[in-house]
């Protein structure tokens, strides 16, 4: 299946070739012909969110019950790879890479720049109770609701499918391999092409929309510590002055950071993945710590428990909540709908990451880790963040929730600066932009790592010249869709990306089970004295 010599040695070249090509020319198209690829996405959009929102909701809810359901069902005990096999991550390690590759950018971009837009407006209050002390609370809800466990319930199912059939059948660490027990030795054919193919593509514009908000979220911070006019442009609309990430700034940014990721992704998991991983979640220690500290210490530790108990009284209502009765509202879709999609774009990418990363764990400890874990700590970031916001507008001076009317990029500085930290709050302002820079770093070496690897059919350490490739090409992707129409383009990116991978990611379920089953024969079998079956093959 794989070149064996010439420029795609090691790649499938079906799979190489063609994802090469619409990946491209897609790219090329949005330079030369901007205008029409933003009304292309934007039409996108609209269909799915119109026609498919339920779809994607329904979806999502039924993923989460299927991962509780493993969680405590008889096959917990087994082992993600041989039974005498054990992890080669420690906790700390494996946490911080799982957590860095799952959310990273996006949790930094999103942690006050949500709640303090629900705060203003959100279908659950009335307009007279907006920016009140009940808003703040629907607001918080609504925003660990969005990054709680539903997206890491996503991820669990790709990555525990993957690391099941890679590690415990010696089946290729490809999407393809979880079929297995549907269609048999037909992976290796067009079907698991396809299969893999939906994950690239997945992959590229679900890492893109990261690295898209990611640097317009850089240049607002570079403009705040250094004040230099090249990061940013300002607009006046009635009167009203407007500032936004200038795009020739983000541009040079995605230049400058794309090419440190692929200089990580070039050294591999063990190395620069690895140590990069490890930065990231001690730079997020070091500025939670400073939101904690010089934050409202009390009120963030008296609003974490109260948003965690909100959070799972009304966890099950919301994932079932489709707002029906009201054709007009846009919200869920550009909220609620767009964070799905975007997590199932990604699940191919953090999918196969963590599975590469969570050999010899067994299926119950890797279902804790990975579902409860990241929840409980992206809940300790939001309520951190966001409640400091919250608390500014309720009980300070104000002032964030027009900093995020003007422009959702400096919600995180506008905050700080608010905090009157003094020079404190400026070597936050510093950490808090490195600490983005080195989690779009991780983001797109992991993407890229990922994408070589379905495309070498499951080879762990994919062709060099193509991770370089691939992860320049990430970063033109990201460029691509910022100048076709930024946010919007870059949502209805992730948004189309999920759909035809979600039904993929019915089949791995199904496949999973099937396979589960099979094996927990085998295991009866053998303790009534008869023949062990072979799971996959009886």
């Known amino acids: 299946m794989r070149a064996k010599s010439g420029f795609l040695k090691g790649l499938n070249p079906t799979m190489a070739i063609w994802s090469k090509f619409l990946v491209f020319a897609l790219v090329i198209m949005a ?25 994607y909701l329904g979806i999502v809810a039924s993923f989460l019950f299927f991962v509780i359901w493993l969680l405590f069902s008889r096959y917990g005990n087994l082992r993600l790879g041989k039974d005498t096999d054990r992890p080669e991550f420690s906790y700390f390690s494996w946490f911080a890479m799982l957590f860095g590759a799952g959310m990273g950018i996006g949790l930094v971009f999103w942690s006050i720049a949500e709640p303090i837009y629900h705060f203003q407006s959100n279908p659950f209050i009335a307009e007279d109770a907006s920016q009140t002390a009940e808003a703040a609370q629907v607001a918080m809800r609504l925003t660990l609701f969005h990054w709680g466990l539903h997206p890491w319930a996503i991820y669990v199912i790709v990555a525990l499918a993957l690391a099941y059939f890679a590690y415990r059948k010696d089946l290729p660490l490809t999407i393809r391999s979880s079929l297995y027990p549907l269609i048999g030795d037909k992976i290796y054919g067009p079907l698991g092409h396809l299969a893999d193919l939906l994950a690239v593509y997945g992959t590229v514009f679900g890492v893109a929309t990261s690295l898209g908000l990611g640097v317009q979220q850089m240049a607002t911070g570079l403009y705040e510590i250094t004040g230099w006019g090249f990061w940013v ?15 020739a700034a983000m541009m040079v940014l995605i230049a400058i950071i794309s090419g440190l990721a692929t200089v990580s992704v070039v050294s591999g998991v063990g190395k620069g993945v690895k140590i990069l991983s490890e930065v990231n979640l001690w730079l997020s220690i070091v500025i939670l710590a400073f939101f904690i500290a010089f934050g409202p210490t009390r009120y963030l530790l008296a609003s974490f428990l109260q948003n965690i108990g909100d959070y799972v009284g009304q966890v099950i209502p919301l994932s079932l909540w489709t707002n029906a009765n009201d054709e007009t509202s846009q919200w869920q879709g550009w ?33 804790l880790g990975v579902l409860l874990v990241p929840t409980l700590l992206g809940a300790v970031w939001l309520t951190a963040f966001g409640g400091t916001a919250l608390h500014i507008e309720l009980f300070g001076d104000g002032g964030i929730v027009e900093a995020v009317k003007s422009d959702l990029t400096s919600a995180l500085y506008v905050t700080i600066e608010k905090m009157n930290a003094g020079f404190m709050g400026s070597i936050a302002a510093i950490v808090a932009t490195i600490l983005i820079a080195t989690y779009f770093i991780t983001s797109s070496d992991s993407g890229t790592l990922v994408v070589n690897t379905l495309l070498s059919v499951g080879h762990e350490n994919p062709p060099t010249v193509h991770r370089v490739i691939w992860g320049l090409g990430e970063g033109f992707v990201a460029a691509a869709l910022l100048m076709a129409g930024g946010l919007k383009a870059l949502q209805a990116a992730a948004i189309a990306a999920a759909l035809p991978f979600s039904i993929i990611m019915i089949f791995m379920m199904i496949g999973l089970v099937k396979s589960l089953r099979q094996e927990d024969l085998g295991i009866a079998y053998a303790q009534g004295g008869d023949k062990v079956s072979g799971g996959l093959n009886d």
Not at 32 to 54: P, Q, R, S, Y
Not at 234 to 244: A, C, L, R, S, Y
Request: hydrophobic share 50%.
């Open 335 to 367: 909220w609620t709908a767009f964070y799905w999609g975007w997590w199932m774009s990604w699940a191919p990418f953090v999918g196969m990451f963590i599975a590469r990363i969570s050999r010899g764990r067994t299926i119950r400890e890797f279902i």
């Open 31 to 55: 330079f030369v012909a901007t205008e029409g690829v933003g009304d292309f996405f934007t039409g996108i959009n609209n269909f799915l969110v119109g026609t498919m929102k339920w779809y």
């Open 233 to 247: 442009t300002e607009t006046v609309t009635d009167g009203v002055t407007k500032t936004e990430p200038a795009l």
